[in-house]
C-alpha cells in the first residue's frame, strides 16, 4: 500500500503506530470531531483513532464498549 495521496507531511499526530513498531508520529489525513484519520509512515496502515477529547466519553471506557447496544 503506498502513502495516501491526501498525506500532508507537514501534518503529523505525535502517536506511537498500533500495528508496528513506529514510535515517531504518524501521518495525519484528516480529523472529525475527537476522531482523527491516520497513517503510519512505517507499514502504512490508515485508521482512525478516538483521541478519547469528546463530551461524555470518558466515563464509558471502564464500563465496555463506547457505543451501548441498542435493545430492539
Ligand atoms: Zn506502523
Not at 471506557?61 to 430492539?72: I, K, L, R, V
Given at each position: ?59 464509558r ?12
Open positions: 500500500m503506498a502513502l495516501d495521496p491526501s498525506v500532508n507531511i507537514g501534518r503529523k499526530a505525535w502517536l506511537p503506530c498500533s500495528h508496528c513498531s513506529h514510535r515517531d508520529g504518524l501521518y495525519l489525513l484528516d480529523s472529525d470531531a475527537n476522531m482523527v484519520h491516520v497513517q503510519c509512515p512505517q507499514c502504512h496502515k490508515v485508521w482512525w483513532i478516538d483521541t478519547g477529547n469528546g463530551v461524555g466519553r470518558r466515563s471506557d471502564a464500563d465496555g464498549p463506547p457505543w451501548p447496544a441498542q435493545s430492539a
